[in-house]
C-alpha cells in the first residue's frame, strides 16, 4: 500500500468517526429534550367561544397532545367531565379546558318541583342572574278595594334558579288590556317546594309585577314575617 493509500485509508476512517460522533451527539440531544419534556398526554381545547352558562359538550372540544409537565394541575384530560356542566365564565376559542371553567347543571332536589315564569327582561333580570344563582321574588299587587294601598310583597325568598332562558320578544295583547310587562321578557326557572309553586303561579297570574333580587353568595337573607309586605304609608 504506498502512502496516498494510506492517507485515503487513514481520511475514511476519521470520516466514518466524526459520523459516529455526530451521531452520538444528535443522540444525547433528543434525550435530553426527552429528559426537559417528559411524556405527552391528551388535553382538550376549545373550537370556538362559548357563552357563560351555556351547558357545555364533547363537540365543543378538539383533542390535542402536549408534555405532561406543561399542563397544569386543574386542566382536564378526560372529556367525559363535561358531562351535566355548564360554563361558568365566557370561555375563549383555543382556551385549554380545565375544571375551573365549568360546573355542574342546577338540579332538582327530592321534594322540589321545577316551575318557569317570564320575567320582565329591563326589571327582573338586567343580564345578571345566572343558572345557580339564588333570588327573592317581589310581586306588586293593587289594593283589594278602592281606597286601599297598593303592596309589595316577598312571594318567595330564596328561591334556586336552575335555568335561565333566551330573551324572548312579547306578543301584543289581543284582548285589548295593557301588558304589565315590558316588551320582552327572559323565561326563569326555578326550583321550588309546592307551597313557593303555588305562590309562584298565583303571582303571576294576578300580580301587576313580578320582580327578582339577586342575593349574594353567602348573605344572611332570613326575611322577618313584619317585613315580606310593603306599603308606602310605612314610610310616613
Not at 384530560?77 to 363535561?82: H, M, P, R
Not at 323565561?187 to 327578582?212: C, G, K, M, W
Amino acid at each position: 500500500m504506498n502512502s496516498r493509500q494510506r492517507r485515503g485509508v487513514i481520511l475514511l476512517l476519521l470520516s466514518v468517526l466524526c459520523a459516529f460522533g455526530a451521531f452520538a451527539g444528535v443522540l444525547s440531544v433528543i434525550s435530553d429534550v426527552n429528559s426537559k419534556v417528559g411524556p405527552e398526554v391528551s388535553a382538550y381545547q376549545l373550537k370556538s367561544d362559548v357563552a357563560p352558562y351555556t351547558a357545555l359538550s364533547a363537540g365543543q372540544f378538539e383533542k390535542i397532545s402536549m408534555p405532561k409537565r406543561w399542563l397544569s394541575t386543574n386542566a382536564v384530560t378526560d372529556l367525559s367531565e363535561v358531562n351535566g356542566k355548564i360554563a361558568v365564565t365566557q370561555l375563549r376559542k383555543g382556551s385549554l379546558l380545565q375544571s375551573d371553567m365549568m360546573q355542574r347543571r342546577p338540579e332538582l332536589q327530592p321534594g322540589e318541583q321545577e316551575i318557569a315564569i317570564m320575567i320582565d327582561a329591563a326589571t327582573g333580570v338586567a343580564g345578571k342572574i345566572t343558572p345557580g344563582a339564588t333570588v327573592n321574588i317581589y310581586a306588586t299587587f293593587a289594593g283589594e278595594r278602592d281606597g286601599d294601598p297598593s303592596q309589595s310583597k316577598v312571594i318567595v325568598s330564596n328561591a334556586k334558579v336552575l335555568d335561565v332562558g333566551k330573551l324572548t320578544a312579547l306578543e301584543p295583547r289581543t284582548d285589548g288590556t295593557k301588558s304589565n310587562m315590558g316588551t320582552e321578557a327572559v323565561p326563569i326557572t326555578f326550583a321550588l317546594n309546592t307551597l313557593d309553586t303555588q305562590r309562584i303561579a298565583y303571582a303571576e297570574s294576578f300580580a301587576e309585577h313580578v320582580r327578582l333580587a339577586l342575593l349574594a353568595s353567602g348573605s344572611d337573607s332570613t326575611i322577618r314575617p313584619g317585613d315580606r309586605t310593603y306599603t308606602l304609608d310605612k314610610d310616613k
